[in-house]
Each structure stands twice: as structure tokens, then as C-alpha cells.
């Protein structure tokens, strides 16, 4: 790549952040500015179909269960941490008892 030799299985890391921000692709880079994307060549017609139906879904299982987390926690006592990555996620996996809730 770029004339340098990458060995197989090396982790390689992007920047992700410096290609966001590079000034030869975006005018303003580190400005907040989303309307840049109206204009856009790129057809983005797959967004459409990515979240039929995610609000209902999420809003049914909220509704036809309840939740606790496992071996009787508290609340209080579940840790939001950070994991590290391309996008903000937990740390460690939400653990979540789904009882159904009965209705009558």
C-alpha cells in the first residue's frame, strides 16, 4: 500500500477522524453544517428501507414486557461505560431479563 508491505492479519486502523475533517474533500470540515449533504450526487435511496418498522419493534417489546436486569441488580449499580471504537458503544453488553407482562 503506498509502496510500503502490510503483513497478513496486521490490524490496520483508519483515521477516521482526519478523513471527516480533510479540507481537500469538505469546505468547513470542523463546521457543523449537515445541509452540505442536500446537494449530493450520492443516491441514498437504501436509507429508506434501513429502519422500517425499528420504532414499532422497539416500542412493542417495551410494551409487552418487563424488563429488570439479571440476578436481581439494581439500577444503580449498572455501568455505563465506554467502549472504544469507530462509533460510541457500551463497554460491556447490556444484560436485560425480558418477563412477559400479562394483559388483560
Keep these: 500500500m503506498n509502496g510500503h508491505d502490510i503483513a497478513a492479519s496486521t490490524q490496520v486502523i483508519i483515521n477516521a477522524w482526519a478523513i471527516q475533517r480533510d479540507p481537500s474533500f ?3 470540515p470542523n463546521e ?10 450520492v443516491d441514498f435511496k ?4 434501513s429502519t ?10 417495551i410494551f409487552v414486557f418487563d424488563w429488570a436486569l439479571p440476578d436481581g441488580a439494581k439500577d444503580e449499580t449498572l455501568d455505563m461505560s465506554e ?15 425480558a418477563t412477559p407482562f400479562l394483559l388483560i
Excluded at 437504501?46 to 428501507?49: M, P, T
Aim: overall charge negative.
Design 32 to 41: 457543523f453544517y449537515p445541509e452540505r449533504f442536500l446537494t449530493s450526487c
Design 26 to 28: 469538505w469546505e468547513e
Design 52 to 61: 422500517i418498522g425499528a420504532e414499532l419493534a422497539l416500542a412493542n417489546l
Design 83 to 97: 467502549g472504544s471504537g469507530m462509533v460510541i458503544r457500551r463497554r460491556d453488553p447490556l444484560m436485560a431479563v
Design 46 to 49: 437504501g436509507i429508506l428501507f
